[in-house]
């Protein structure tokens, strides 16, 4: 019988890939009958790279710089008119108008009110007569003036709290906090 098993063809077990981790080679089977599939793997293709030209690259950069002046250049020259409408809303008369209640301090939804016409409306006119030089910029209707800022400090020498400062001031305790903290820094 050990002759028989001795003399018994064994089939060859195929060398191993000893390379799995790079390119794992399909098989089949289990066990010690294992075989290896053909393959179509070729490794891919390998390109030369040229060293890289200084002249190339100086013109390159000399082209993105002519682009980004030109594109500037265009932006500045391009500025949008303002085209003209029909059935115009704002005639000379309303501009007049939404001057005088403008430098009286009245803000956009009262303008529009007495007005008769929609925020939005009163507000675009606005944007398009600061961009036009036509009205200033104001502050905002809650910014500090110089006697509410003097005046915060009299308060708190005298002793008062946040909370009774900004009661005096008619502001909020955050709006206090926020303007003693920038006083602290300028100093």
């Known amino acids: 019988m050990r002759a ?12 191993l890939n000893r ?13 010690k009958f294992i075989t290896v599939l053909p393959t179509n793997y070729k490794p891919a293709p390998t390109y030369e790279i040229p060293p890289e030209d200084p002249e190339r690259r100086k013109r390159i950069v000399e082209g993105q710089r002519k682009y980004r002046e030109a594109q500037k250049a265009k932006e500045q020259t391009e500025k949008p008119k303002r085209k ?19 430098s ?21 006119e606005a944007y ?3 961009e ?3 009205i200033d910029s104001r502050l905002p209707c809650n910014a500090w ?3 509410e800022v003097e005046m915060l400090h009299k308060l708190r020498k005298q002793g008062l709290s946040i909370a009774r400062c900004a009661k005096k001031l008619h502001r909020s305790t ?5 303007r003693l903290r920038r006083e602290a820094e300028k100093q």
């Open 84 to 102: 003209p409408r029909q059935n115009r809303v704002w005639t000379p008369e309303a501009i007049a108008r939404f001057k005088e209640l403008y």
């Open 132 to 134: 036009q030089g036509e």
């Open 104 to 124: 009286q301090g009245l803000t956009y939804p009262a303008i529009a009110k007495e007005m008769g016409m929609k925020p939005t409306q009163i507000n675009a």
């Open 145 to 147: 003036i110089d006697e």
């Open 174 to 178: 955050g709006s206090v906090e926020a």
């Open 4 to 15: 028989l098993i001795k003399n018994m063809a064994l089939p060859e077990v195929p060398e």
């Open 128 to 130: 398009y007569l600061k």
């Open 19 to 31: 390379d799995y981790k790079k390119r794992p080679l399909p098989v089949t089977g289990t066990g």
